[in-house]
């Protein structure tokens, strides 16, 4: 009988070091780490919307659907949007040609003016000697040193020099009023070309928006639409959650002193408490949770209850591990980190 009592005595004390060994353990585990299971894992969710009207005539994803980025999720209706872009590309061509008309006579009209004022100066240099000689015959024919019909020989050919050099103004003058007209159009060619390259522009891009692209690697949730469905612009489609994951935990204010920059973590899924999940602390978030809420607390109206504060901090997964089990964005994870 004392053998046996000697042998409930042992276990007793046995059951008892363990118990001292673990609580020691958990104590010395929660005054060396800072820890909180008000954590999520995150990714980001893209809106899949469309930027123009018309029926869905081809859908290549289901639920629940892995795409790539580039894929093409779906089309719309292309008819319209082709007809408009083809008459808006014959625009463009059409302006086009009229610039390089417009430039081809706007280059001409320069070199015609050029040429005229070339003209007016040579006539005008030609001429002077005529005037100089008319000028000196003048004064002596007042002084009866030339006959009257020397007198008449020189004036009708200065008169005549008179009259090609107004002749050759108003050809001058007709060239800068050409040139002028000419700046103009090409003016004009200009601006209706860029105003068709606009246009030719905005109808490409509405084209391009009649396949709609997947933005980023992810999975498609449960579909919002059926193929043949007519849809407007600024709807969303669905959804695209990203492939990409990271933790954001929100620990206490009286927890963040404990916390620094790139310190290792532990990320354990309540979904898989058997493993383990190694992170890096990369951010903190500015604000307090309460402040992003939709209503948030106003401390100034006289009804003040104190609440201990939650910071979201964000941590990244260092490694591949967590894409090895099945995790998606909205499970919840316990986040450990020791005390720096």
């Not at 390259?197 to 449960?222: H, L, M, R, W």
């Not at 998606?328 to 316990?334: D, E, H, I, R």
Request: aromatic content about 8%; overall charge negative.
């Amino acid at each position: 009988m004392s053998k046996i009592n000697g042998k409930y005595k042992i276990i007793i004390l046995l059951f008892v070091i363990l118990v001292i060994l673990f609580s020691v353990r958990y104590i010395y585990h929660a005054l060396t780490t800072t820890s909180t299971d008000n954590a999520q894992i995150q990714s980001h969710i893209y809106p899949i919307i469309s930027e123009v009207s018309g029926k869905i005539v081809e859908l290549n994803i289901g639920d629940n659907e892995f795409v790539e980025k580039g894929d093409t999720l779906m089309i719309i209706e292309q008819t319209h949007y082709a007809n408009v872009l083809s008459e808006a590309e014959a625009n463009l061509k059409n302006a086009e040609l009229q610039i390089n008309l417009t430039q081809n006579n706007l280059d001409k009209s320069v070199k015609h003016l050029e040429a005229t004022l070339a003209k007016l100066e040579e006539v005008k240099a030609f001429n002077d000697a005529v005037f100089k000689e008319f000028k000196r015959k003048k004064n002596l024919y007042k002084s009866k040193a030339i006959p009257k019909a020397a007198y008449d020989a020189i004036y009708a050919k200065n008169k005549a020099a008179k009259a090609q050099i107004m002749e050759q103004k108003a050809v001058t003058k007709i060239a800068e009023i050409n040139h002028e007209e000419a700046v103009v159009s090409h003016e004009i060619s200009v601006v209706n070309f860029e105003r068709a390259e606009a246009v030719f522009q905005d109808a490409s891009f509405q084209y391009q928006n009649t396949f709609i692209i997947a933005p980023e690697n992810g999975k498609t949730p449960e579909l919002k639409i059926v193929e043949g469905q007519v849809i407007a612009p600024g709807q969303i489609l669905t959804e695209l959650v990203g492939n990409h994951l990271w933790v954001v935990a929100n620990y206490k204010e009286t927890q963040v002193k404990h916390l620094e920059l790139n310190m290792d973590a532990i990320i354990e899924m309540d979904a898989f408490p058997d493993k383990e999940f190694k992170a890096k602390l990369v951010s903190f978030t500015n604000a307090t949770g309460a402040k992003f809420a939709l209503l948030p607390t106003d401390n100034a109206t006289g009804n003040f209850v104190k609440i201990v504060q939650r910071i979201p901090v964000k941590f990244e997964f260092v490694d591949d591990e967590i894409y090895k089990v099945f995790s998606a964005s909205g499970m919840s994870v316990t986040v450990t980190v020791e005390d720096k």
